[in-house]
């Protein structure tokens, strides 16, 4: 009986001897301690801008733009166009309300017959309306355009001084417009310095002047035109008035026997030829011009034409002519006014 519990006693020793070997077998995997590691700290979203209906001042890059103009100013160099035409309006509040981004042309000068490209970006809008204005500013030409794109337009070649546009989008109150005004090139020279602020429609042509100074003004006579021109200083309207040549010499009489025993003994004289045919049969001429105070003189003058930058009588033109004491004499359209102009010497 001692014999067999001694036997289980060396059993157990036993099997607990190779459970302790079997433990440090190499297959075991070792733990290695390491320190925790320190919580990364979790990155939350931070509040970002999202974009909304309104559009920032920051220009967005459109298809349209890409290769037009830049953003420039459009001031040519001897022209000030309203700079409100070129600058890009501030947003609304309303970021749902019709805005327009900017409304720019390229070239900044155009030229008289060549072509230049209106570029503009509205927001908020389906369409765009661009008129044409004329000098008056009143709108002729209608272009139905997208909100944003580019328009190529061609010149007259009698365009001058510069041409003006308006972009309009929205409708009743929420209408929005801007204007552009686009300088334009002259290419034509003008006979006499200084020069107008103006472009001549065509050279100047060369030709014979008559002219008669009279009690409260002058006749001019311009071969080139075969008109003779009355320019009044008494005060009253017309300031000025045209006739057209009809003289026949050797038919209608060269002068009036009459006026000129009238004038006997005076210093006065009768006008005679061309300038004493419309003298004598206008009435309102002779009356207000008053008599001859020296006789008519002949010379080598210039006759040139220039659209007027009167608003009222957009599309007409003023009329430059030389004068006997090498002034020059503008005519402005409608019988308005003239004035004289005086030229900077060695012109």
């Known amino acids: 009986m001692k014999i067999a519990t001694g036997l289980l006693r060396t059993l157990a020793v036993g ?5 302790f070997l079997a433990a440090c077998e190499p ?43 830049t953003p420039t100013s459009l001031l040519g160099p001897t022209r000030t166009p309203d700079p409100l035409g070129q600058l890009q309006i501030t947003a609304p509040a309303n970021p749902n309300a019709p805005y327009i981004e900017f409304f720019r042309a390229s070239p ?18 389906p369409q765009a309306v661009i008129y044409r204005l004329d000098r008056a500013g009143q709108r002729t030409l209608v272009y139905n355009v997208e909100p944003f794109g580019r328009q190529t337009i061609t010149l007259s070649a009698r365009e001058r001084v510069q041409v003006d546009y308006e972009l309009v989008i929205g409708e009743g109150a929420q209408a929005v417009s801007q204007r552009l005004t686009i300088p334009l090139a002259c290419p034509i020279a003008w006979f006499f310095t200084p020069t107008p602020d103006s ?8 030709t014979v002047v008559v002219e008669q100074l009279f009690e409260r003004g002058r006749m001019i006579y311009v071969e080139s035109e075969n008109r003779v021109y009355v320019l009044f200083n008494d005060g009253t309207a017309p300031a000025w008035s ?6 026949r010499p050797g038919i209608d009489a060269e002068r009036d026997e009459n006026f000129d025993r009238a004038f006997a003994g005076t210093n006065f004289v009768q ?20 008599s001859g105070s020296a006789p008519e003189r002949s010379f080598d003058g210039f006759y040139q034409e220039a659209p007027t930058r009167l608003a009222e ?27 004289i102009l005086t030229p900077s010497s060695g012109s």
């Open 108 to 125: 900044q000068i155009a030229n008289p017959g060549g072509d230049f490209t209106l570029f503009w970006s509205t927001r908020n809008v």
């Open 15 to 19: 099997l607990l001897l190779l459970a």
């Open 27 to 69: 297959t075991a995997s070792p733990v290695i301690p390491t320190d925790r590691p320190s919580p990364t700290p979790t990155l939350e979203p931070s509040a970002t801008h999202t974009p909304d209906a309104s559009p920032t001042v920051t220009e967005t890059p459109t298809a349209a733009v890409t290769g037009g103009p």
């Open 313 to 339: 009588q957009a599309g007409r033109s003023d009329f430059f002519i030389t004068a006997g004491d090498g002034a020059v004499l503008q005519l402005l359209p409608g019988g308005g006014q003239w004035q």
């Open 242 to 247: 045209s006739y057209e040549n009809t003289y």
């Open 271 to 290: 006008p005679v030829g061309r300038l004493g045919l419309v003298w004598r049969r206008v009435d309102s001429v002779r009356n207000r011009l008053g």
């Open 199 to 206: 472009c001549p429609i065509s050279d100047a042509d060369p």
